[in-house]
């Protein structure tokens, strides 16, 4: 699965997370570490969802930049190419910074 969504440009740490934590719970498994296996099956399950939900929103944003019109990507793709002007960087990274929920 990790492979299929890295192959579609979709996240997959979250995935990766989850299957070494089932190789932990295995393992805790194995020894009879019944506190390993609860602690391995949290951390699995908590993976999962997280990985439920950042898959879930980049879909999102994979569904919404295809309803975009051709003109409109080509115009955002030359944007990203020639960069921010000379003069603004300090202003466009404040601006996203915020866009992000940091604070100053």
Known sequence: MALKLRKYKLPSGD???????????????????????????????????????????????HRERSKLPESTMREIVTGFKEGTPLGYEELVSEYFRRMAGETL
């Open 15 to 61: 995935i990766e997370n989850a299957i070494a934590a089932m190789k932990k719970l295995e393992e805790a498994s194995r020894y009879h570490n019944g506190l390993g296996v609860r602690h391995s099956y949290n951390g699995a399950i908590d993976s999962l969802v997280a990985a439920r939900k950042e898959i879930r929103a980049e879909v999102g944003v």
